[in-house]
């Protein structure tokens, strides 16, 4: 009888030669079952399990082989029948303490010493269950969702040795990730956690899409100009068609794009003046984004920094003659501070810097660090000059992740004009079977986000924009006045800027009736956290390290009746830590900001 034959008769007992002592061998060959039918009844091909007679045992004759395949039966498995090593088993049958002598269905891989203990590898791929009396460091599979025959536990910190199904790592990789925050009441990021259901239909459908390659996707590439484009119109470049842009992984890349092309324009200046190149500068404020000092360090750049103080809270132009001399590359001035969510006044350092040029002849130039404000300021501020209207901004990045309204991760870098954008900077690159102009940090990488980006900038239009970010800028501006109210807390700004604002612990006058404080920011962001809240606190940069203050982050999706269930808990918060009888525990805090 053939296997074919077989696999089409309804019969009660599998003709194999594998599911009992009558049974007929299907191929002749007396170490294979080649249908991997199971038992009485059994349909062939359902399942795998090992001859009765003959050398091999019954230690594959049971669930433990059922995703086997092709069952050999050349020596007793070293596998229980849960899939579990068995020194014993596997030394009886004579085979090798690692299963070499003969292949076990179940795919054990028995790590067993000359007195038959085991360190125990379970079969397919991976340890075996623990034990509940033993230490376990690995990860366990929930048993409601185990698989007879397949590993149940998984070391933490090694590629396992085989496969598993795709259900078993789905599952283990989905019960991690649960174990993350809740986005929407996360206060801390600016990163967007949030698309329709369209987005998400498109973001799966583009998901194996390489935006570096431009020669495959030439549609995709087509699209990022067309993205470029529209932001060099929105942030009103004189010829939006006459400028350049490019996407890239995230506004970090974008903004140290932009240092590079003024870093480039700096050298080829001083080298065609006969002057010396190997001591550039870069000034911008002390609560600039850490991209910044990653900039400066990566690419030998001293970085000036100029103080913040409460009389001056962001880079303005006060004492910028200071910071400026003739090896400065550029300005870079933030629209949304990353510790406050401030505007830096562009125009104010712009006229600074001219005063600058007057006196001494140096022509600095500005990049505009819009990571947050760029896709802010356009639609709720729009006659406020930042942008290319400044004549002396020359580039500007942004990020699609954050108020642009993308999934992570997606920048943006435009220059002014082409001009302003070093040619030797740009590469042309033979890439399969094409040839490409990229000027990026990053290589090959997602292009699904740039056609979200499109996706959101037809989806809302100008209008729909405008809609979205005034609806969180009202939110940020009604909470801010709410906890400007409360007793222990004074405002730094009050979120009229981007959707972003801080908060200091304000003093307890005497005599206020109310007990003396024994708790902190830091004591209020860990009682929020217990409710599911993440706010942060931290100190302020250089020259205000000893301000502490706490920030939230408005986005898209956190509702005024969120607003209104968040301030009923720092109330709750706040009534909790006051009525302590002694301060909380010391623990120890954040020496900086980096988010």
Known sequence: MTIESMSEASQDVCRCGCAGDTAERADGDARTCACRCGRTGCTCGDRCTCCTTGTCGDGCASDAARTAGTCHCGCRCGCDEHGACDCDRAAEAGCNADGTSGDCGCNCACDCDDDRHTSARACGSTPASPSPDAPFDGIA??????????????????LPSGESLPETAYQIVHDEAML???????????????????????????????????DEYPRTAEIERRCWTMLADLWHAPSPEGTIGTSTIGSSEAAMLGGLALKRRWQQARRAAG????????VMSSAVQVCWEKFCNYFEVEPRFVPISEEHKTLDGHRLEDYVDENTIGVVAILGVTYTGMYEPVERIAAALDRIQERTGLDVKIHVDAASGGMVAPFIQPDLKWDFRVERVVSINTSGHKYGLVYPGLGWAVWR???DL?????????YLGGEMPTFALNFSRPGAQVLLQYYMFLRLGFDGYRRVQQAAHDVAVYLAERIGRMDDFTLWNDGSDIPVFAWMLADRPAGSGRPERKWDLYDLQERLRAKGWLVPAYPMPADLTTVTVQRIVVRNGFSRDLADDFLADLEDAVRYLDALPAPMPSQARSAGFHH
Not at 141 to 150: E, I, S, Y
Not at 187 to 200: E, I
Not at 275 to 282: A, C, F, G, Y
């Open 141 to 158: 599979l929930n048993p409601l969702f185990a698989r007879p025959g397949v590993a149940t536990a998984f070391d933490r910190d090694r």
């Open 180 to 214: 993350d925050g809740n986005a929407r009441l996360n206060l801390a990021t600016f990163v967007g956690t949030w698309m329709d259901d369209h987005a998400n239909r498109l973001y799966l459908e583009a998901a194996d899409k390489n935006m570096i390659d431009k």
């Open 275 to 282: 002057k010396p190149t190997d001591r550039p500068n870069l």
């Open 417 to 419: 004009t082409a001009a």
């Open 422 to 430: 070093p040619e030797d900077l740009v590469f042309k690159v033979s």
